[in-house]
């Protein structure tokens, strides 16, 4: 199946844990395939700064 080309860039955010962390990279890199013109950082971070995002957001 062929698909549309895309260029641009994709943020992925999640908590630093392997449950979070390898889904979202196995995602990214998949999409990466897709759609070569696609820059894409995967972000983990660490439980407090999630709380403190969300204590002041």
């Not at 894409?40 to 957001?57: M, Q, S, W």
Request: with cysteine; aromatic share 8%; proline share 5%.
């Amino acid at each position: 199946m062929k698909h549309p080309s895309y260029s641009g860039e994709l943020t992925g955010l999640t908590w630093d844990h392997t449950r979070g962390y390898v889904p979202l990279v196995a995602a990214a890199q998949r999409f990466g395939e897709l759609h070569p013109g696609m820059t894409i950082t995967c972000i983990a971070l660490g439980g407090n700064a999630i709380h403190y995002r969300r204590a002041r957001g």
